[in-house]
């Protein structure tokens, strides 16, 4: 990256962000001068996104999101490095099965909240209780329009992240007026995480939406900025569906 604007003075912490769309978030917060603490399981793909991103402006601990250890260590190196962490943004999940309800493991239906919903909450604790609550700031959570509507053979992912939008509102309710909650659904975007949803197929499965194309990291990247920024100061407790207008197709006709 090139021509950094002047340092915000803000910081941000975005889990899940080695790649994908963890990783266009904290872009998108590096573009306007944030300093930005990124997580990601694997080690040497988080090297490699922290020197892409700037290390003079990133970090990187690597760590899994459902570990408690690892939460507790990502929020002290970010209070460290930086001295404060003023957004936390719940990107990191996982989604290890595909197939019926009917036929769901419940041992990998608990992984999937473990890591997608129980992880986030304890993210939000540590954040809370290092800065938040006396200094303010603000939570996104990067649900999944599964979250809002039946998604066949996604249903233990699609649970996890119905579960995520309620925990927002839960939180944007206990955190006020300190710090506001808000939730990114977004579609399908292209990703790696995503890949099994559109390989093979991207122009068949962009045809369904009515913008024409399926959804790249920095369209969560801006949105996941703006939830964050002073433009968004009287919103929280809210879901903000970033779709393509796949959801328009729903409509009679």
């Given amino acids: 990256m090139t021509a950094l604007p002047e340092l915000s003075g803000k910081v941000a912490l975005v889990t899940g962000a080695s790649r994908g769309i963890g990783y266009g978030v904290a872009e998108a917060l590096i573009a306007r001068g944030d300093r930005v603490c990124i997580t990601g399981r694997n080690e040497d793909a988080l090297k490699e996104a922290v020197e892409t991103l700037g290390a003079d402006r990133v970090i990187g601990v690597a760590g ?13 190196r970010t209070m460290e490095a930086f001295g404060r962490v003023d957004y936390l943004v719940n990107n990191a999940g996982t989604n290890p099965v595909f197939g019926p309800m009917a036929d769901l493991d419940l041992n990998v239906a608990r992984k999937v909240f473990e ?6 909450l304890g993210f939000a604790q540590l954040t809370w209780k290092a800065w938040q609550s006396e200094n303010g700031g603000a939570i996104v959570n990067i649900a999944s329009v599964a979250g809002i509507a039946p998604s066949p053979f996604i249903g233990a992912y699609g649970m996890s992240k119905a579960a995520m939008i309620n925990l927002t509102v839960q939180l944007a309710h206990e955190f006020a007026p300190r710090v506001r909650v808000n939730a990114i659904a977004p579609a399908v975007v292209k990703t790696k995480f995503a890949q099994a949803l559109y390989e093979g197929r991207e122009e068949e499965a962009a045809a369904a939406y009515p913008l024409a194309r399926l959804g790249v990291p920095s369209d969560i990247g801006g949105a996941a900025a703006f939830l964050t920024s002073a433009q968004s100061d009287w919103i929280t407790g809210q879901t903000l569906v ?12």
């Avoid at 890591?115 to 986030?120: G, K, Q, Y």
């Avoid at 970033?242 to 006709?253: E, R, Y």
């Fill in 64 to 76: 899994k999101a459902h570990d408690e250890a690892h939460q507790a260590v990502a929020v002290e």
């Fill in 115 to 120: 890591t997608n919903v129980v992880s986030a």
């Fill in 242 to 253: 970033v779709d393509g207008g796949i959801f328009l197709n729903a409509g009679v006709g």
